[in-house]
């Protein structure tokens, strides 16, 4: 059978068919399918082994899509979702080597594009320079054991870390080299975060489909003496990435 035995729908009782379904796949991709490289059964296979509409399994299917236990490969089919990697980007300020390493994954990083240009005014504003002013403008995608994960575009003042273009950026710590060149420590960082939807540019860099979620945010770094030394913007593929908030109350 499909989606092993003694499974079937109760037309009898008022749970609707598509959630009764979820449950069942749910089940299924628990307990019985387990391989990520192959997909599971079709909509036109579950709605044959079930004697139900297409449109009632694809309401099931997409909510397990969204709650991420499912995930759709254009051309290919339905799959089982990775587990996705849980990250302490909110919660401390490091690189991103060193929290995939500490997560148990080999990083990569692969450079797209490094260059000195004039800021426009926002980046002007965020990093506390006058519209114009040089700065170095790396175009980066990440991985964690060769996965892409993040794609990030990031400004850095030309005058705080002259020499960075010459060093080998897909092996060093980005931030280990501003503070060797700059004399300081980096100290905090502000972020903001969005969900918004892939373009048709980064879903080919992330390898996910042009349309998915993904989790963006703006980082503002900043050296011990307060000056801001990194602007960066960074896409998450949705699927592969969750990130933990801790929240403390003021006690009086």
């Known amino acids: ?4 035995e003694n499974k079937s729908l109760n037309r009898n009782i008022p749970i609707p068919l598509y959630y ?26 579950i709605s044959e082994y079930f004697g139900i509409s297409r449109p009632t399994v694809r309401q099931a299917i997409n909510e397990l899509v969204v709650e991420g236990y499912l995930r759709r490969v254009k051309a290919k089919g339905t799959f089982i979702s990775k587990p ?15 929290e995939m390493r500490k997560k148990g994954f080999v990083p990569s990083t692969k450079i797209l594009q490094k260059e000195i240009i004039k ?32 794609f ?15 060093h080998d950026l897909e092996n060093e710590s980005l931030y280990e080299i501003i503070e060797k060149e700059s004399g300081k420590l980096i ?4 972020r903001s975060l969005e969900c918004i939807i892939a373009g048709e540019y980064e879903a080919k860099l992330l390898n996910i489909e042009k349309g998915a979620p993904v989790q963006y945010f ?34 009086r």
């Open 84 to 98: 996705k990697i849980t990250q302490d980007f909110l919660l401390t300020l490091d690189s991103f080597n060193n």
């Open 187 to 190: 100290s905090n960082a502000v």
């Open 119 to 150: 800021c426009d005014e926002k980046v002007a504003d965020t990093l506390k320079l006058e519209t114009g002013a040089d700065v170095i403008k790396l175009t980066r995608l990440r991985f964690a054991d060769n996965e892409p994960i993040v």
């Open 1 to 4: 059978m499909l989606l092993g």
């Open 152 to 166: 990030v575009i990031t400004y850095i003042p030309y005058k705080i870390c002259p020499a960075l273009l010459e």
């Open 218 to 251: 703006e980082s503002i770094v900043s050296l011990e003496d307060g000056t801001p030394v990194e602007y960066s913007l960074a896409k998450y593929r949705s699927d592969r990435s969750k990130f933990t908030f801790e929240l403390k109350r003021h006690l």
């Open 20 to 45: 009764q379904l979820k449950m069942i796949l749910l089940d299924y991709i628990k307990e019985e399918h387990h391989d990520v490289e192959q997909p599971i059964p079709t909509e036109v296979e």
